[in-house]
């Protein structure tokens, strides 16, 4: 009879050993020289790396000696497309870049062609960042998804909502309509999801949520929408419905758990806690806000009342990067500073927010947001072999504090490499930069 000791090795995909990983949940955990095992996409062992070499024979072994293993970012809030507007009409107000710049020019160009080449480019900015899911908010969501599909990025796409035509579609009911059967036609994409995303409450009408709250309840899809982003979206729903935006869409039942705020940065404290009592998550997104000068979101205080928050970048055209690491810097520093308290928002909290919490909003947390056994190995390899790294008393302070999207080393989307060594994996460098060029000329001819 042969002993456990003398047993062959178990067969695998892949064995990573690393100096630290950080698993996510439980909560603040960091492990030290374990090894993380992949099988068939998923993870399938976390484990000391004594264990696993004396257990596991992975078909591709990575030794990543002084390095952190981490869950893959999830960007809560984006317009991926919008990557080829990235600087076109920077330092202005809110409503002026909108209404004088951005919109002008999606009219003129906005097309199948514009969101996939678009979302292509953002899609490689990201995964080079160490974000392996992001939530999108804009047209023609087939060809982002073809995009995205390309790049082997996972994407939560917005089926997007206005009243207004656009290049994409002429009403309400046709964005709807449209986004629904590009949802049927991708249902079997693994790495493709869907949001309803109606684009704000001052460019959707009362029927319109109405049906919105219908099809989510029906389909059980999250609603990702831009809210109490400034002082001017709440006067103007003063001015026409007598009401703040968010008790508007309470009173037209979108308030649940299936809702995505997406900035949130002029609430009360009433309308916090009504957030946070009916489930509904924040996609927060302080490069945007502070760029737009739009304010700064209350973090504190929604977490002491156990809301669930996020992190997104919003578009390239308003922040200008696609980077989740600014983004957890500049929320814990801005939650520190705004409520005067240096305990406020701690690393630990911070990465949380750009994974697992993410994840959980997009109904995801099953598959994705922290290293479990069973999800899918969506992870990213930050390397911390360079002096200017050094010392490291704490690797997830490092990661908020120190560290930059340019240290990751190597990013994994459902168990297939996308970036080894700091290199993307079949990107097309040169059509990106051809066609970068192309959009870049005629955006200027305008």
């Not at 090795?9 to 374990?34: F, G, M, Y």
């Not at 996939?116 to 992001?134: K, P, Q, S, V, Y």
């Not at 500049?330 to 409520?339: N, P, Q």
């Not at 909003?361 to 072999?385: P, W």
Request: glycine content about 6%; charged content about 20%; aromatic content about 6%.
């Amino acid at each position: 009879m042969t002993s456990p000791e003398n047993a062959l090795p178990i067969s695998v995909d892949l064995v990573i050993d690393a100096r630290w990983i950080i698993p996510v949940e439980p909560d603040d955990t960091v492990l030290e020289h374990h090894s993380l095992i992949v099988k068939d996409g998923r993870i399938h062992d976390l484990l000391p790396t004594p264990e696993a070499a004396a257990r596991y024979a992975g078909h591709e072994h990575r030794r990543l000696g002084n390095h952190v293993l981490l869950p893959g970012l999830v960007n809560l809030h984006t317009h991926a497309a919008m990557t080829l507007l990235r600087g076109y009409a920077d330092d202005l107000h809110l409503m002026e870049w909108l209404q004088e710049n951005i919109w002008p020019a999606e009219a003129r160009h906005v097309s199948p062609d514009f969101v996939h080449d678009g979302t292509l480019l953002a899609c490689w900015e990201m995964l080079r960042g160490g974000i392996t899911c992001f939530n999108d908010m804009y047209f023609f969501p087939e060809d982002a998804a073809r995009a995205a599909l390309s790049a082997g990025i996972r994407a939560a796409l917005g089926i997007t909502v206005l009243e207004f035509p656009s290049a994409y579609g002429t009403h309400a009911q046709d964005y709807l309509d449209k986004g629904l059967q590009a949802r049927e036609k991708l249902q079997g994409e693994p790495l493709i999801s869907f949001c309803l995303a109606p684009h704000a409450p001052y460019t959707v009408a009362d029927t319109t949520f109405e049906r919105i709250a219908t099809l989510a309840a029906e389909s059980a899809l999250p609603i990702h929408i831009h809210l109490h982003e400034t002082l001017d979206e709440i006067a103007s729903s003063l001015e026409q419905h007598g009401v703040r935006p968010l008790e508007r869409l309470q009173r037209l039942g979108l308030l649940n758990n299936r809702l995505i705020a997406v900035h949130a940065v002029h609430l009360d404290d009433e309308e916090i806690s009504l957030l946070t009592s009916s489930g509904c998550h924040v996609a927060h997104c302080p490069t945007s806000n502070m760029k737009l000068a739009s304010g700064i979101a209350p973090v504190g205080k929604m977490l002491a009342q156990g809301m669930p928050i996020g992190l997104g970048t919003d578009g390239a055209a308003s922040n200008n990067r696609l980077d989740l690491f600014q983004e957890m810097r500049h929320a814990a520093l801005l939650a520190k500073v705004a409520g005067l308290d240096s305990a406020l928002l701690p690393a630990h909290q911070a990465l949380r927010m750009a994974t697992l919490e993410g994840a959980r909003a997009l109904g995801l947390a099953n598959k994705i947001g922290s290293l479990e056994v069973g999800k899918a190995a969506d992870m990213i390899a930050i390397e911390l072999d360079d002096w200017i790294h050094q010392p490291c008393f704490d690797p997830v302070s490092h990661l908020i504090y120190v560290t930059g999207r340019e240290n990751v080393s190597h990013v994994w989307v459902n168990g297939k490499l996308r970036i080894n060594d700091k290199k993307p994996i079949n990107c097309p460098y040169d059509m990106l930069l051809k066609k970068t060029q192309m959009w870049h000329n005629a955006l200027l001819s305008h």
